[in-house]
């Protein structure tokens, strides 16, 4: 990913803006530690398999190993123990 400093993000922003349109993104810093991130901005929602990918392209979520499946979700029984649970929290007080 790029990086660029504020003052030269300014200088070239049009230039920037094209990169961004052929699908390259940007870093700004300031003082040398990242601040924002410049990007396209999606016009159509992600499927969950692309936002999946996504994420473990940016490396904010690790692949499952070769064979690996994800486990099932728990069957919980609907129950008022959450709603019980917060209002006797609520009811306690500071």
Avoid: F, H, Y
């Avoid at 504020?6 to 961004?20: C, G, N, P, Y």
């Amino acid at each position: 990913m790029n990086r660029i400093g504020i003052r030269e993000a300014k200088a070239q922003l049009s230039k920037l803006l094209r990169d961004v349109r052929r699908g390259e993104e940007w870093i700004i810093t300031e003082r040398g530690r990242p601040i924002a991130k410049l990007s396209a901005v999606s016009t159509q929602a992600e499927t969950d398999a692309e936002w999946v990918a996504r994420l473990e392209r940016e490396g904010r979520l690790i692949p499952l190993p070769p064979g690996a499946r994800m486990p099932r979700p728990l069957d919980i029984e609907p129950s008022d123990v959450a709603q019980r649970l917060l209002r006797e929290d609520r009811d306690a007080g500071p």
